[in-house]
């Protein structure tokens, strides 16, 4: 008979193969839809801002709302989640920010470019720490950050697909009367309505309704997941008073300044250094993140088999805070690609085991809103960073300040997650 304790390790050569492979390419795909519908308006602002009238400091403000909304809904969100269950209320979240996403298309100045991005973000809102809270249900500890860093490989690879895709599309500017970024809007939109169905169709709830498993696969499953001990109290309050939980929220507020500070700025940052065609700076805008697709999922393999998180978070965020501050100080495109590429690679090479230290501590409700809380305080980043840098840009006509302070914030990051250690006393 298999033992609790030995039930995970039996999981790995098999069964989490088995999962990975059925659970993790459709949530991918979704990732990557979900990811490009919020990032895609840094492409639309190299025709948008001129024609709506919007300054630096408008645009990078309506950028960042999309984290304000987030930031509103996301734990309810996450909360719903478990009670109505994955499968329909990721599908109801799906169309409710395709159909947003497409309304993109309808602003018309700054007022309703802010209202939009705004709702975006609520519906997008329960999506990813839903996902995340989904995989803590199927995965045991000791698979998790190398599963999330598999998922979240969706982020950097949207930049890849996304950039060229939505370069082109402003190609498609005055056709039938519609600028390039309302085409882009609008095309883009479309997918997150029609992955909706698939959702209901395909996806399971929880383990013990998987009918795709054998009675075997699934007790030993349930076994290991139900053999975990939690380190914290298994209540959503307890979530909420736990200093380690609102550290790691620091944390991923520094990492997201940085991740959505430079994708929604990053075509401007481009054309301010050439003058290069939309599409080539959608060419130009992909290659950060095809270096951080690779390093992401070594990263959080390397952290699954050393059983280290923190140092694994805290390097990367060193490295890419440096690069930043170099390519703060180009004035020459290749340069400044490279160093955003070492930053961005750094960003999302600290996801993976950045996110298996809170599955590792939370459980039951305590898990989807802890999870959920530092999602919704970390995403505040998301409309620092873009806003920052916009602002500063608008006051001294330069990227430079902004990138220097966005820099500071992941370097405060690797700093915050070490002194988690000393607070915990040990590794997670």
């Not at 209202?115 to 973000?121: K, N, Q």
């Not at 300044?257 to 065609?277: C, D, E, Q």
């Not at 390519?327 to 750094?346: C, D, E, P, Q």
């Not at 999870?371 to 001294?396: D, E």
Request: a positive charge; hydrophobic letters at 55%; aromatic letters at 10%.
């Amino acid at each position: 008979m298999t033992t609790p304790a030995t039930s995970a390790a039996s999981l790995e050569p098999s069964l989490i193969r088995k999962l990975t492979w059925r659970l993790v390419p459709f949530l991918f795909l979704l990732y990557i839809v979900a990811y490009l519908d919020r990032i895609n308006v840094g492409f639309a602002a190299l025709q948008m801002q001129q024609q709506l009238g919007l300054t630096d400091a408008a645009y990078g403000l309506g950028a960042g709302l999309f984290f304000a909304g987030y930031f509103f809904f996301q734990v309810p969100s996450n909360l719903a989640l478990e009670r109505i269950g994955a499968r329909r209320w990721l599908a109801l979240l799906m169309v409710t920010w395709g159909v947003i996403s497409s309304s993109m298309a309808l602003a018309t100045g700054a007022r309703s470019f802010y209202a939009l991005r705004f709702l975006l973000g609520a519906a997008e809102a329960g999506f990813f720490p839903g996902v995340i809270f989904y995989l803590k249900n199927w995965f045991p500890a000791e698979a998790r950050a190398r599963t999330v860093a598999r998922f979240m490989t969706a982020a950097p690879l949207s930049g890849v697909v996304g950039g060229p895709i939505s370069g082109a599309l402003l190609g498609l500017h005055l056709r039938a009367g519609l600028a390039g970024w309302q085409w882009m809007f609008l095309l883009e939109g479309i997918p997150a309505i029609l992955l909706s169905g698939g959702v209901v169709v395909y996806l399971t709830d929880a383990p013990a309704q998987a009918t795709w498993l054998s009675d075997g696969e699934r007790e030993s499953l349930l076994a290991a997941l139900g053999s975990e001990t939690p380190n914290e109290a298994a209540t959503t309050l307890s979530a909420l008073r736990s200093t380690r939980i609102w550290m790691l929220a620091f944390v991923y507020f520094g990492l997201n300044t940085v991740s959505y500070g430079i994708s929604l700025w990053l075509p401007n940052l481009i054309k301010s250094l050439a003058r290069v065609s939309p599409l080539r700076i959608g060419v130009l805008s992909s290659i950060p993140y095809i270096a951080a697709a690779i390093a992401m999922v070594v990263v959080g393999l390397h952290s699954d088999c050393s059983g280290e998180r923190r140092w694994h978070t805290a390097i990367p965020a060193f490295s890419g805070a440096c690069a930043l501050a170099v390519a703060a100080y180009s004035g020459s495109l290749a340069l400044t690609i490279v160093t955003v590429s070492v930053a961005v690679l750094g960003v999302f090479s600290m996801m993976g085991p950045f996110w298996a230290m809170p599955t590792g501590i939370l459980q039951g409700g305590a898990a989807a809103a802890g999870i959920a809380l530092i999602n919704s305080i970390g995403n505040l980043g998301g409309f620092v960073g873009p806003y920052v840098i916009g602002l500063v840009r608008t006051s001294s006509g330069e990227f430079r300040g902004g990138l220097l302070l966005v820099s500071a914030a992941l370097f405060a990051s690797g700093l915050v997650v070490l002194l988690v250690t000393s607070h915990n006393g040990g590794r997670e």
